[in-house]
T-cell receptor
Framework: QQQVKQSPQSLIVQKGGISIINCAYE??????FPWYQQFPGKGPALLIA?????SEKKEGRFTISFNKSAKQFSLHIMDSQPGDSATYFC????????????FGSGTQLTVLP | DTAVSQTPKYLVTQMGNDKSIKCEQN?????MYWYKQDSKKFLKIMFS???????INETVPNRFSPKSPDKAHLNLHINSLELGDSAVYFC???????????FGPGTRLLVL
């Protein structure tokens, strides 16, 4: 049972373009939605996170958009750079706890120079 | 300073062997985890552990066992290794019930 569905599986974007990765969840008890970034050969690292009391959170070129009624959230990377090429994981948690974290299946982003 | 470290980085072994992976965190966190990342990069939690409670993902075979000598260390022991155990194993830590996970660099296990 996949509680967090992520799409697309892979994404190729030109430098300067906008990268958009989408996630959908089923469990309405989820109340914390982080995104993790993983470079080849490295462990995932927390990139940005949102709680359902806000519809959008922006940190630099990275923005999370959250739609509670649709049970969907997305990551937007503005002005995508080759250095953003990595695998991105969305995740969701109940009670804001890492112990209850459920990951999506990942999106491999390639930004072409 | 490395926040979460793992050894070894690579581990190649024969089927049927027993092996261990070590993990140490210097963040002062009270909860540590082991995750398995398969060839499709899917991340699956195996264990979470603090000094009070060990939570085991029910799908993890009992050949896998975490051992924590102290709050800063959580080692993973694997008995009777199987081909399907080949994966990247990540240690991670968090503080209390905060949701930010800090991952180690991973141990790439190949079972021949």
């Amino acid at each position: 049972q996949q509680q967090v569905k992520q799409s697309p599986q892979s994404l190729i974007v030109q430098k300067g373009g906008i990268s958009i990765i989408n996630c959908a969840y089923e469990n309405t008890a989820f109340d914390y939605f982080p995104w993790y970034q993983q470079f080849p050969g490295k462990g995932p690292a927390l990139l940005i996170a949102i709680r359902p009391d806000v519809s959008e959170k922006k940190e630099g070129r990275f923005t999370i958009s959250f739609n509670k009624s649709a049970k969907q959230f997305s990551l937007h990377i503005m002005d995508s750079q080759p250095g953003d090429s990595a695998t991105y994981f969305c995740a969701a948690s109940k009670g804001g706890s890492a112990r209850q974290l459920t990951f999506g299946s990942g999106t491999q982003l390639t930004v072409l120079p | 300073d490395t926040a979460v470290s793992q050894t070894p980085k690579y581990l190649v072994t024969q089927m049927g062997n027993d092996k261990s992976i070590k993990c140490e965190q210097n963040l002062g966190h009270d909860t540590m985890y082991w995750y398995k990342q398969d060839s499709k990069k899917f991340l699956k939690i195996m264990f979470s552990y603090n000094n009070k409670e060990l939570i085991i993902n029910e799908t993890v075979p009992n050949r896998f066992s975490p051992k924590s000598p102290d709050k800063a260390h959580l080692n993973l022991h694997i008995n009777s290794l199987e081909l399907g155990d080949s994966a990247v194993y990540f240690c991670a830590s968090s503080q209390g019930y905060q949701a930010a996970l800090y991952f180690g660099p991973g141990t790439r296990l190949l079972v021949l």
